[in-house]
Nanobody
Framework: QVQLVESGGGLVQPGGSLRLSCAASGFTFSIAAMSWYRQAPGKERDLVASINKDGVTVTYADFVKGRFTISRDNSKNTVYLQMSSLKPEDTAVYYC????????????WGQGTQVTVSS
């Protein structure tokens, strides 16, 4: 059973920091590209950051403007999102996604973790 379990969300003040974790199981984590998405109420789900299987290539959405860092630890089957200088507009449910290809492309999503940035 493929599982992606996000954790680390919560309430933080503007300018604060938060680290999200996504623990993966049920598949070969080391061959999967991992990414973080977020979705605010009434909005589309947007890509935040992605990282390749080796942790070498990373991409970020323009709106994070260097504030967020994605990383992975293949020995722990975990991907992280370090968020700094948080803004109210960062408020959303943050989702972890795994993608890999074995002929077909396989995509799995976690259930999400709530991040609320408010004073």
């Amino acid at each position: 059973q493929v599982q992606l379990v996000e954790s680390g969300g919560g309430l933080v003040q503007p300018g604060g920091s938060l680290r999200l974790s996504c623990a993966a199981s049920g598949f070969t984590f080391s061959i999967a590209a991992m990414s973080w998405y977020r979705q605010a109420p009434g909005k589309e789900r947007d890509l935040v950051a992605s990282i390749n299987k080796d942790g070498v290539t990373v991409t970020y959405a323009d709106f994070v403007k260097g504030r967020f860092t994605i990383s992975r630890d293949n020995s722990k089957n975990t991907v992280y999102l370090q968020m700094s200088s948080l803004k109210p507009e960062d408020t959303a449910v943050y989702y972890c996604k795994a993608v890999w290809r074995t002929g077909l492309t396989w995509t799995y999503w976690g259930q999400g973790t709530q991040v609320t940035v408010s004073s």
